[in-house]
């Protein structure tokens, strides 16, 4: 069904031929597509400074709305006439241009569409960042990602076909909040303590020390408040989840109040996620946040048991809408998702990779590890060889025969005629012929050597 989206919608005719004028990303500027007249609007925000030195957008700027206050303050509608298109499979609801025909979906490219009711009481955007990569560059950095991945085919950026682009504002819900975070955690503090134990070297129990790392732990707590501006929420059901949260380069400051004539030859998609909802998803995130930031806080080096409670006030929103260039490309018959930030040219998707190329990095990595262990084991100093002991062997003395008793005794010769017998001096003896045993060879008895007379003492 086809019908204005809002009491106020409005078309934008050329001035020059009566064509309908679409909004050029090229050109930031309405272009008529058969005369080429080209029609100025704001694309960037107008600031002014106030006295005192703030500085804020001109005409008041983009409306922040309180969140209580919100369904009953929001303005409904588009603005502008539209066609609102279902499908079936992946669950997005587009709004194109009145009278535009389209047989698939932008988002995942099924043909299961349908053309549905426009809802005319949904909440406008507030703002909008206007589309500023046009097609062909969006192509080209999309060819600059594929080449920078690693590990991929070495034919994928030669053979990966893009299919159909097109560019969608996309909503998203942001979400301003003031947060007070009170925390309690145990905070641990490292100390060390010099341990002792036993190991085996060479078959031998060995005494060794070491320091062992121990934790003392001590109650801490504190509090902290924070402002969040503009957490994002996208309120779209089209996108794929994995690639949306990796889109990290939305310039929010860049947001102009929304104008209808900036959807005038694009698609946008309706949102699928309700403020409320989407309000519980955007704390979430920011609680996510405080808990990080409080986790700085406890100091020491290390800690346990964080348990954080926030608290939120002066909560506000807006409605905006961010461009987003949704394609696909086929690989081996295979087909896979990439975006491209409309803002900033950011690109986010999905890649095949090459199964040899990981596999010839884990071989490569996997032979280095074992050459490393191999050389330290080359290297590795043996432990000197233990001394051996010389067997010992008790011999037995031999047995000798007893020796011949004699049957005479010695008798000893007088001491030599001239000499005087000097007391203590050993005498001369000459062994008697008989106690020769029988069969020893004759031999010279020693002469017993002469002693020194002993000193006599002096006369008195």
Not at 137 to 156: E, I, M, S, V
Not at 275 to 294: D, F, I, S, T
Not at 377 to 393: D, F, H, W, Y
Request: hydrophobic share 35%; net charge positive.
């Amino acid at each position: 069904m086809t019908q204005p989206a809002g009491g106020d919608a409005q078309s934008f005719p050329c001035k020059q031929c009566g064509a309908k004028l679409n909004y050029d990303a090229g050109a930031q500027a309405m272009k008529c597509p058969y005369c080429g007249h080209q029609q100025a609007i704001q694309t960037t925000p107008v600031l002014q400074q106030l006295p005192g030195g703030m500085v804020v957008q001109q005409g008041g700027g983009i409306r922040e709305i309180p969140i209580e206050e919100g369904m009953r303050l929001a303005t409904r509608g588009l603005g502008t006439p539209v066609t609102t298109i279902s499908c079936k499979d992946c669950g997005a609801t587009v709004n194109v241009g009145q009278g535009e025909r389209t047989t698939t979906c932008a988002f995942c490219g099924s043909h299961q569409v349908l053309q549905a009711h426009t809802n005319d009481q949904a909440i406008r955007p507030e703002s909008l960042v206007p589309f500023k990569i046009t097609k062909e560059a969006a192509n080209k950095l999309f060819g600059q990602w594929l080449g920078g991945l690693w590990f991929r085919p070495n034919n994928l950026t030669r053979m990966a076909k893009v299919q159909e682009m097109g560019g969608v504002y996309v909503p998203y819900w942001t979400f301003d909040a003031h947060v007070q975070s009170n925390w309690n955690a145990e905070r641990g503090w490292y100390y060390y303590e010099t341990e002792t134990y036993t190991s085996y070297e060479n078959g031998e129990s060995v005494t060794r020390t070491r320091q062992v790392q121990r934790t003392r732990w001590e109650s801490a707590w504190g509090s902290r408040h924070d402002f969040f501006d503009d957490t994002l929420v996208c309120a779209g059901k089209g996108l794929p989840a994995e690639l949306v949260e990796t889109f990290a380069s939305f310039n929010t400051r860049e947001l102009i109040p929304y104008q209808p004539h900036f959807l005038a030859g694009w698609r946008a998609e309706a949102y699928a996620i309700d403020l409320m909802p989407a309000w519980g998803m955007g704390q979430q995130k920011m609680a996510a946040v405080q808990e990080g930031r409080c986790a700085g806080d406890i100091g020491g080096d290390t800690h346990r048991s964080l348990n954080v409670s926030n608290s939120f006030s002066g909560v506000t929103f807006k409605h905006v809408l961010l461009p987003i260039w949704i394609a696909a490309y086929r690989y081996n018959d295979k087909v896979y998702r990439f975006l491209v930030n409309g803002q900033t040219g950011e690109v986010v998707g999905k890649a095949p990779y090459s199964f040899w190329k990981i596999f010839f990095l884990v071989l490569g990595i996997l032979t280095l590890i074992g050459v490393i262990i191999l050389i330290i084991q080359l290297t590795k100093e043996e432990p000197p060889p233990q001394p051996t002991r010389p067997a010992v062997t008790a011999v037995a003395p031999p047995v000798l025969p007893p020796p011949p008793v004699a049957t005479s005794t010695a008798t000893p010769s007088p001491p030599a005629s001239g000499k005087t017998k000097v007391p203590g001096a050993a005498p001369s003896a000459k062994p008697p012929a008989s106690a020769k045993p029988a069969g020893a060879p004759s031999a010279k008895p020693s002469a017993a050597p002469s002693a020194k007379p002993a000193p006599t003492a002096p006369k008195r």
